[in-house]
Nanobody, 115 residues
Framework: QVNVAESGGGLVQPGGSLRLSCAAS????????MAWYRQAPGHQRELVAS???????DYKDSVKGRFAISRSRANNMVFLQMDNLIPEDTAIYYCYVYTPWGNIWGQGTQVTVSS
């Protein structure tokens, strides 16, 4: 069994920064890919950023240049550095982990951007 846990959310003023962390623990597996999604009230869940074992990354257009996804090679952890946050970034952020036994969602962490 693989467990996924996010951390690092919170309340931040516009222009501020947050760093989200995601850890996949439990049954060991080789890293394939991990991603961050977000869902704002009244909106569908959307892909924010993803990273593959090769190191290649993809970003939603509206976060390019502001967000950066990275991973720890020592274990199955992924991070999302979010800079220059705007109110439209307010959402629950979910980690999504690709494993050999199926893909797993974390429970999410709330990010609120407000003055």
């Amino acid at each position: 069994q693989v467990n996924v846990a996010e951390s690092g959310g919170g309340l931040v003023q516009p222009g501020g920064s947050l760093r989200l962390s995601c850890a996949a623990s439990g049954r060991a597996f080789s890293f394939v890919a991990m991603a961050w999604y977000r869902q704002a009230p009244g909106h569908q869940r959307e892909l924010v950023a993803s990273i593959r074992a090769s190191g290649s990354t993809d970003y939603k257009d509206s976060v390019k240049g502001r967000f950066a996804i990275s991973r720890s090679r020592a274990n199955n952890m992924v991070f999302l550095q979010m800079d220059n946050l705007i109110p439209e970034d307010t959402a629950i952020y979910y980690c999504y982990v690709y494993t050999p036994w199926g893909n797993i969602w974390g429970q999410g962490t709330q990010v609120t951007v407000s003055s």
